[in-house]
């Protein structure tokens, strides 16, 4: 059983080694041949390989590499070693292998036959490794990882033979299962996942929309009990919850519109910070400015400044808690 088990992980490994001959030739077919490996991990489950290239990988290149790796897999041809001067290997084209070092007399690892039917050999190179009797023991041949080591070195990380129906079979049960918990195929994935993100941006637009209606009274309908009158002057201040400071703009210009004539005064309280927009009518910007009115209310909350203009001002401040003191703060200062 021992025995079994450790000529199974060897035979796991040389595919694994004797691939990474065949995916150096495939990556410099299809990414260029400044491709040069900077290093390489054999595993029993697993293979990576660094290599020079100025980018990422994209996911066609990685797929053209594996289909290209895999006809030469499915060529199933003999893997061939000759023994030569090392001056005749460079010169019949072998590619040394870094950062090993050669003797006088080299191995010369010839796998695989050119795709574009030229007769010559795949993958030519120095080494002095354990291989498969034939490349089709390698059986299959995926891409599982593509990552940068550093400027300008990429690592692909790999897998053969049954890792490689292991990680495919897991990756079909994964698309199987989000389709089953979206009650469509695995096919009609990516659509169903469009659609749904696509509703619940709607439904984000639909819920800002409702707050902001809520935030004024609901309805859109003026309530007379809304507005306060400060020494002559209609006021409607008010604190909310869960509305987004981006929206308080335009809650100030609808409370406005609501009463004609008035100073409206709204914050709102996100993660503890409050955000403040005061508006003042038209008609009363002569006697009220809406930047000196935000200031008030802003201290009120720990912040200072703000910015805007005499009918439209806006500012922030820290302490969420005192934003019912801040709207009392402005009334106080309208009144005087
Ligand atoms: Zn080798």
Avoid at 6 to 28: F, Q
Avoid at 120 to 125: D, G, L
Avoid at 276 to 301: I, M, N, P, Q
Wanted: hydrophobic share 45%; aromatic share 2%; glycine share 12%.
């Amino acid at each position: 059983m021992r025995l079994t088990i450790d000529i199974e992980r060897r035979n796991r490994t040389r595919a694994n080694h004797s691939v990474t001959h065949i995916a150096h030739a495939a990556l410099r077919e299809v990414l260029g041949t400044h491709v040069t490996q900077k290093g390489s991990l054999v595993a029993p489950d697993r293979m990576r390989f660094d290599f020079t290239n100025p980018k990422a990988v994209a996911a066609e290149e990685i797929a053209e590499i594996e289909r290209r790796v895999n006809a030469v897999i499915r060529q199933n041809g003999e893997v061939e070693t000759r023994i030569m001067p090392y001056d005749d290997a460079v010169a019949a084209g072998a590619m040394a292998l870094f950062g090993e070092k050669y003797d006088d007399d080299v191995r010369v690892l010839t796998m695989g036959a050119a795709l574009d039917g030229s007769g010559a050999p795949y993958s030519v190179e120095l080494c002095g490794g354990t291989h498969v009797r034939r490349v089709g023991d390698i059986a299959l041949f995926k891409i599982v990882g593509e990552s940068a080591v550093s400027a300008g070195v990429r690592r692909i990380e790999c897998v053969t033979g049954e890792a490689a129906r292991e990680y495919l079979e897991h990756q079909s049960a994964l698309s199987r299962l989000a389709a089953d918990a979206l009650k469509t195929t695995p096919e009609d994935l990516p659509t169903r996942v469009e659609a749904l993100l696509a509703e619940r941006k709607k439904m984000e637009r639909e819920l800002a929309e409702a707050k902001k209606q809520l935030a004024l009274g609901g309805g859109g309908e003026a309530k007379e009990d809304d507005i306060r009158d400060i020494a002559g002057v209609n006021y409607i201040g008010r604190v909310l919850e869960g509305v987004a400071p981006k929206d308080l703009r335009g809650l100030v210009d609808a409370a406005k519109k609501k009463m004609g004539a008035g100073v409206a005064a709204f914050i709102s309280v996100n993660d503890g910070k409050a955000a403040l927009a005061v508006g003042v009518t038209d008609d009363l910007t002569a006697r009220l400015s809406a930047v000196e009115l935000v200031k008030v209310g802003a201290e009120a909350v720990g912040g200072k400044g703000g910015g805007g203009r005499a009918d439209m001002a806006q500012a922030g401040g820290p302490d969420g808690g005192k934003a019912q003191e801040a709207i009392e703060a402005i009334a106080a200062s309208i009144a005087s």
